[in-house]
């Protein structure tokens, strides 16, 4: 079996404001990429797309992809709203939000983070499978650290998603009311968010301190808004949590409820008063931490892990290669 996997490669560049000759740049190099592949594609068995092979609005590479093999397509958002940076409002009429749809039609598989997002799948072909958000646990390894006094209660995410995070100020600033220098907050994933009230000073996500910076963390925050964006969310930030041993508390919005059974493997809050009460139960109680943590962990390797996806991964791979001969 030959596959070819195709994802457009995030540029921080590209989802900042101006930059507007470095995004046409990228722009030219994706087009001529895109060309050269679609010559190649004959060759492929399969070609697996996630999210998307191309950063505008036209499926025209997909679509030729098809034509010439086998097109499985993976999404794990609610990516047919139409949403843009904020660095990137004035480029919103380039993007398509028609075309995660026309994307699904023309594959002939789909590959769907969670159930919210596979019912939407099934609306544009019949062949979607669900296959979570998985976590490599071989490069995911908890890195020791000296042990600190203060508990750090931490979050992760990007640019893109910082508003998520202050869904928690309210209630950050009730814990650093209560608990004072006890406990410490850490953002990473924009290095440019400040907190003076709360001592932030955020951390750009790099690979090579990645697990470094989370691994310092004793407790994980994954809060959402519940809407419709949130909801196609398949809990990567909590995931990647769980998989480090870091006590986690994710909103009780979509997938989320099904990674975490509250109070056995994480906690799920819902209202402000249950954030507070169980981030303030993770902080006085140490051992609950460790619990967590390693119940967590534990539901990472047995579910959500790329080893205990990869049965699955080759079993639609090649139901979909002997359709094609029976």
């Known amino acids: 079996m030959h596959s070819y996997l195709i994802r457009e490669k995030d540029d921080k560049r590209f989802y900042g404001s101006g930059n507007y000759f470095w995004k046409l740049f990228i722009l030219i190099r994706s087009v001529v990429k895109r060309i050269v592949e679609t010559w190649g594609a004959s060759k492929y068995d399969i070609i697996y797309v996630q999210r998307e092979c191309f950063m505008l609005g036209t499926s025209y590479f997909e679509k030729q992809f098809a034509k010439k093999s086998k097109l499985v397509f993976d999404f794990d958002d609610s990516i047919w709203l139409q949403v843009v940076s904020e660095g990137n409002k004035s480029l919103g009429f380039l993007k398509d939000a028609s075309k995660t749809a026309k994307l699904i039609e023309a594959s002939h598989m789909v590959f769907a983070g969670n159930e919210y997002l596979a019912n939407y799948a099934k609306k544009f072909n019949h062949n979607v499978k669900i296959v979570p958000t998985t976590i490599d646990t071989d490069e995911y390894q908890r890195i020791d650290l000296p ?25 950050l600033k009730k814990i650093k009311e209560k608990y004072g220098d006890r406990v410490s907050i850490k953002v990473v994933g924009d290095g440019n968010y400040r907190n003076n009230e709360l001592g932030i000073t955020g951390l750009p996500w790099t690979k090579e301190n990645e697990l470094k910076d989370l691994s310092s963390m004793d407790i ?7 809407d419709e964006w949130t909801n196609g969310k398949c809990g990567l930030k909590g995931l990647q949590y769980m998989a480090l041993e870091i006590a986690t508390i994710m909103s009780a919005v979509g997938v989320n409820t099904q990674i975490i059974q509250d109070g056995e493997n994480g906690f799920l809050a819902a209202t402000e008063e249950e954030w507070m009460d169980k981030i303030s139960r993770l902080i006085e109680d140490e051992k609950l931490r460790k619990r967590l943590g390693k119940e967590g962990q534990k539901t990472v390797l047995e579910k959500y892990s790329v080893k205990a996806q990869e049965a699955n991964y080759l079993k639609y791979f090649n139901h979909l290669i002997q359709s094609d001969n029976s």
């Open 147 to 171: 042990q600190e006094d203060p508990v750090c209660i931490g979050w992760s995410g990007s640019v893109s998603t910082i508003e998520h995070f202050e869904f928690a100020i309210p209630v």
């Open 220 to 226: 994980g925050l994954m809060p959402l808004p519940d």
